[in-house]
């Protein structure tokens, strides 16, 4: 006897598929659209909040707290600062806003990108632009500026791997090239790391007085 195909199974109720979400809600309110992020959704302190929030080095560092991103993005001004003297307002803003993509997508180590490969960079290239957009900055930043915030990121990453996360200095320069110079002060209290408060108010602080300026 020739059998009948099979009935096809019962649609369970609510069964029906969705849509993944793609955008996250901030506690201002705003909905940010990680595929398509607007600047009308990007708000300064939403930025602070998230990236103050946020560990380097997957929190595996020394202190009570987590050595945030928005401390370390003030620690890379500050050498950057330290290096090139003259820099005008613009190019310090964009010192401070050069990781604020990370108050979304988080702060992933460089073992991990190197795992998963390049399929990162365009998310967080499409809310940089956004970002920048917000607050007045041009899409595609100086090559100048681009070299001396790359040059200052990898020398805040030699002093938080030396002070904070175990690393050998011979180790850290390997890695990320020479120890950058710092006042003692300053690299004192950039390299303590701060309560989620602190680094959230002191990011702001930064960021209204180079607005302002």
Same mark, same amino acid.
């Given at each position: =006897?020739?059998?009948?195909?099979?009935?096809?199974?019962?649609?369970?109720?609510?069964?029906?598929?969705?849509?993944?979400?793609?955008?996250?809600? =901030?506690?201002?309110?705003?909905?940010?659209?990680?595929?398509?992020?607007?600047?009308?959704?990007?708000?300064?302190?939403?930025?602070?909040?998230?990236?103050?929030?946020?560990?380097?080095?997957?929190?595996?560092?020394?202190?009570?707290?987590?050595?945030?991103?928005?401390?370390?993005?003030?620690?890379?001004?500050?050498?950057?600062?330290?290096? =090139?003297?003259?820099?005008d307002r613009r190019?310090?803003?964009?010192?401070?806003?050069?990781?604020?993509?990370?108050?979304?997508?988080?702060? =992933?180590?460089?073992?991990?990108?190197?795992?998963?490969?390049?399929?990162?960079?365009?998310?967080?290239?499409?809310?940089?632009?956004?970002?920048?957009?917000?607050?007045?900055?041009?899409?595609?930043?100086?090559?100048?500026?681009?070299?001396?915030?790359?040059?200052?990121?990898?020398g805040a990453a030699?002093?938080?791997?030396?002070?904070?996360?175990?690393?050998?200095?011979?180790?850290?320069?390997?890695?990320?090239?020479?120890?950058?110079?710092?006042?003692?002060?300053?690299?004192?209290?950039?390299?303590?790391?701060?309560?989620?408060?602190?680094?959230?108010?002191?990011?702001?602080?930064?960021?209204?007085?180079?607005?302002?300026?």
């Open positions: =006897m020739k059998r009948s195909p099979p009935s096809p199974p019962l649609a369970r109720k609510g069964a029906q598929k969705t849509a993944q979400r793609a955008w996250q809600r =901030m506690l201002s309110g705003r909905r940010l659209d990680l595929l398509d992020p607007s600047a009308l959704d990007v708000e300064i302190e939403d930025i602070a909040h998230g990236l103050a929030r946020v560990a380097r080095w997957n929190g595996q560092t020394i202190g009570a707290h987590i050595f945030s991103v928005a401390q370390h993005t003030l620690l890379v001004e500050a050498i950057a600062a330290k290096r =090139m003297p003259g820099l190019a310090r803003l964009a010192l401070l806003l050069h990781d604020a993509p990370e108050y979304v997508i988080g702060d =992933m180590i460089s073992p991990f990108k190197a795992i998963i490969g390049d399929a990162y960079k365009g998310v967080e290239q499409r809310l940089l632009t956004a970002i920048h957009l917000r607050f007045g900055l041009p899409v595609k930043l100086p090559e100048e500026l681009r070299r001396l915030i790359k040059t200052a990121d990898r030699f002093l938080e791997a030396t002070r904070l996360a175990g690393f050998e200095v011979a180790e850290a320069r390997r890695f990320f090239g020479a120890r950058p110079v710092l006042a003692a002060a300053a690299e004192r209290d950039y390299l303590t790391p701060w309560p989620a408060e602190v680094a959230e108010r002191r990011y702001l602080d930064r960021f209204v007085n180079l607005a302002r300026a």
